[in-house]
């Protein structure tokens, strides 16, 4: 199976069958910019290490870019199906060793109000995360 991350669609093409790869577990929809609940462990079962994680960071954040997230009680709601999927994106957070990418990092910044010295890594989001919002 070929994957590809979402981009908004007005700044880059995008192959709706490689799309759908993706959009099929949930996520941010930039046709019609609606947000379906993200199916965290489907994804990795279909996917395997690090693009089910990439996948919901980049859906995440393209819902705040364009304004559709805009409060920290969205992310708890919305984003993620189960509290299960919340979980495992939280344990995947915690075994990436890199920053956080900038749109990441603005995007969770604006969304979640943390403070920016104390979220560099994708491990220290995780620990925001849990510390935040607990078992969801």
């Known amino acids: 199976?070929?994957?590809?991350?979402?981009?908004?669609?007005?700044?880059?093409r995008i192959s709706m069958d490689l799309y759908a790869d993706c959009v099929q577990f949930g996520g941010w929809r930039p046709f019609d910019r609606q947000f379906e609940p993200v199916r965290f462990i489907e994804a990795a079962a279909a996917f395997g290490f690090g693009t089910q994680t990439q996948y919901a960071l980049d859906c995440i954040t393209l819902a705040v870019e364009a304004g559709f997230f805009t409060t920290r009680d969205a992310f708890k709601k919305a984003v993620f199906a189960t509290g299960a999927d919340f979980a495992a994106f939280c344990q995947a957070l915690e075994t990436y060793p890199w920053w956080l990418n900038e749109r990441h990092?603005?995007?969770?910044?604006?969304?979640?109000?943390?403070?920016?010295?104390?979220?560099?890594?994708y491990a220290d989001l995780a620990r925001e995360l849990r510390e935040e919002f607990g078992r969801y």
């Open 105 to 121: 990092f603005y995007a969770f910044m604006a969304l979640l109000n943390y403070d920016e010295h104390g979220v560099r890594t």
């Open 1 to 12: 199976m070929t994957r590809i991350l979402p981009m908004p669609y007005n700044t880059t």
